[in-house]
């Protein structure tokens, strides 16, 4: 049990069920429904449900939500069970809801033998038109009064595949005037002649969440079943269904969904980014999605560590990006080796440095922990690709790195002093000329000369090459599905920048080779972010996504 933190309020109501002997050990299940990856709002619960679990005695199961055929599909129950794994935690059983189907019926069978369920004729149009307002009462159905064998005989003949989508429904029989619209006769099965990605062409009734939900949780003995907020109205029902079956009493609590800024989360919307080509895939680096946060380079602790400080909410907030980056950064500081990789390259000649000449020099794979995780060699020679900012024809005043008469230090290397440079015929500076001084060498640096900047570098000589994703918000707006008009519409022209060739240190070369033995091995490359290797990487041709800058750049921006 924590001790150092305290309880938020689902853990607090599980503590007391314990001191109280309510239950030997608690129950948790996540219940995706299978049509769409997860993303960072389910990580959350996931955490809460997972976690509940790891501190309290007991187990989570996790459980497809399976009763819609439409749109669930085989690949995405993988996915799901990749991510959850990929984030660290274990599941004790997995279950399909489907698996319930045949219990699902025998129990729907029991409540219209109890007089509790009818089989209604009208079409959903009309039902709606029933339904009535949160002031004024529903209208009972015509067939609301028929015998019970009656309703068992058009069960029967619903599920043997008589009638037609949409003509018949099986409905609770509670009551059309209750303050609870959900109580006004819910819809407990609808007729669906469609193919269940496990079940196939067996069922052609299927169960409406609210009848498929609380049942599984009984099935199960779950505990406590965490859900989001807006299945507060639901509560009603499902305890209802609960008493009248005489099965399990799993409770029902609600915590608010967790949404993050300048993106979207929700499986439907996520969807048409792929299907519409918005983005490559459910994986791509910009998504909000588990898959695209780990192929942008995002560690399961990072993603562990913010699902724990934001906790849950009684109330639905926005949480902020930058707070995800915050905690990836965090884990990368400590764990990325550090490397030189020019983006924007221009070619600094170090006009007194012997042509031929070549030296090793030695860089830390990362000053942040004890023994540096070792060393490698960074070739150094005559001619450097410099990164174009880091030069200015007119420099400011508080400009430490180079422009003419000024002193910069090359990491790992030696201070220089910018002489001269070379522009074409259009006016661009295509070459600078510097002078180096021998005795400034980083570690042995006897020259006295003190500089206020440290630039990176790499040999030209000796550079390999490397396309660089460079990634940024996916949309230009902090509540994309709250502005005018299409969502798609505040999509950010860039959030994706290529850059086709950068130079990166020799050692560098390796990185896709050696994933094979560090899976989780990630980079820094100096002054420019935190980037890990993407799978679209090939032995010929390394593709570096970037997963982070080095600090925040949106915060100030935002306000
Ligand atoms: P979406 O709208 O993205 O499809 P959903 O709620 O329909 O979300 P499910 O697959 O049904 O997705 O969700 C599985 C579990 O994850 C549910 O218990 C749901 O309440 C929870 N969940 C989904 N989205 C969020 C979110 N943004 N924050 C917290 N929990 C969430
Ligand atoms: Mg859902």
Not at 368 to 380: K, L, Q
Not at 437 to 443: L, N, R, T
Not at 500 to 528: G, S
Request: aromatic residues 12%; negative net charge; charged residues 30%.
């Amino acid at each position: 049990m924590s001790e150092e933190k305290s309880l938020n309020f689902i853990e607090e109501i599980v503590e007391a069920d314990l001191r109280e002997g309510k239950y030997d050990k608690i129950i948790t299940r996540f219940p995706p429904e299978p049509n769409g990856f997860l993303h960072i709002g389910h990580a959350s619960s996931i955490c809460l449900n997972f976690g509940l679990t790891e501190k309290f005695k007991g187990y989570t199961n996790l459980r497809f939500d399976d009763t819609n055929p439409v749109t669930e599909e085989t690949m995405y129950v993988d996915a799901i069970k990749k991510d959850i794994a990929w984030l660290g935690f274990r599941w004790e059983n997995e279950h399909f809801a489907s698996d319930y189907f045949d219990t699902l019926y025998a129990y729907a069978v029991k409540l219209i033998e109890k007089g509790l369920a009818y089989v209604d004729d009208l079409s959903a149009e009309e039902l709606a038109k029933q339904k009535g307002t949160p002031t004024e009462p529903g209208v009972n159905s015509p067939f609301r009064d028929r015998s019970v064998a009656e309703n068992l005989d058009l069960f029967e003949r619903m599920k043997a595949g008589e009638f037609a989508d949409g003509s018949h429904t099986l409905r609770a029989k509670i009551d059309m005037a209750h303050v609870n619209m959900i109580m006004r006769d819910p819809i407990l099965y609808r007729i669906k002649h469609a193919k269940h990605h496990r079940t196939g062409d067996k069922w052609c009734v299927y169960p409406m969440y609210d009848f498929a939900h609380g049942q599984s949780d009984a099935i199960e003995h779950v505990t406590h079943s965490v859900c989001t907020l807006e299945f507060v109205p639901h509560r009603d029902l499902y305890n209802w269904l609960i008493e009248k079956l005489e099965i399990y009493p799993s409770k029902q609590y609600e915590f608010a969904r967790r949404n993050v800024n300048f993106t979207v989360t929700s499986k439907r919307k996520l969807l048409q980014l792929v299907n519409e080509k918005f983005v490559s895939g459910w994986d791509d680096p910009r998504m909000p999605t588990i898959s695209g946060l780990r192929r942008r380079g995002f560690t399961p602790s990072s993603i562990r560590n913010f699902c724990e400080r934001i906790g849950i909410a009684k109330r639905d907030n926005l949480i902020e990006y930058s707070l995800l980056e915050f905690f990836i950064r965090e884990d990368l500081n400590k764990t990325s080796w550090r490397r030189m990789a020019v983006l924007d390259p221009i070619k600094m000649v170090i006009t007194n440095y012997p042509e031929g000449k070549e030296e090793l020099l030695r860089g830390e794979n990362n000053p942040e922990v004890e023994g540096h995780d070792g060393e490698r060699e960074i070739p150094f020679s005559r001619e450097l690709w410099i990164e174009r900012e880091d030069f200015m024809e007119n420099p400011p005043k508080k400009f430490f790195r180079l422009g003419p008469g000024l002193m910069s230090r090359l990491k790992h290397a030696y201070i220089v002093r910018c002489d001269d440079f070379v522009k074409d015929a259009e006016g661009n500076v295509i070459e600078i000329h510097c002078t180096y001084f021998p005795e400034s060498k980083s570690g042995e640096d006897t020259s006295g000369l003190k500089v206020k900047g440290t630039m990176h570098w790499v040999s030209v000589k000796h550079a390999k090459t490397a396309e660089v994703r460079l990634y940024d918000r996916l949309f230009t707006v902090e509540e994309p599905d709250r502005e005018e008009g299409d969502f798609k519409d505040y999509i950010n022209p860039e959030s994706l920048v290529v850059i086709k060739k950068a130079y990166i240190e020799p050692d560098l070369a390796n990185a896709q080779k050696q994933l094979a033995e560090h899976p989780d091995r990630r980079y820094q490359f100096i002054r420019k972010g935190y980037f890990c290797v993407d799978k679209d990487s090939t032995d010929e041709h390394l593709v570096f996504n970037r997963t982070a800058t080095l600090k925040d750049t949106w915060a100030k921006l935002v306000g």
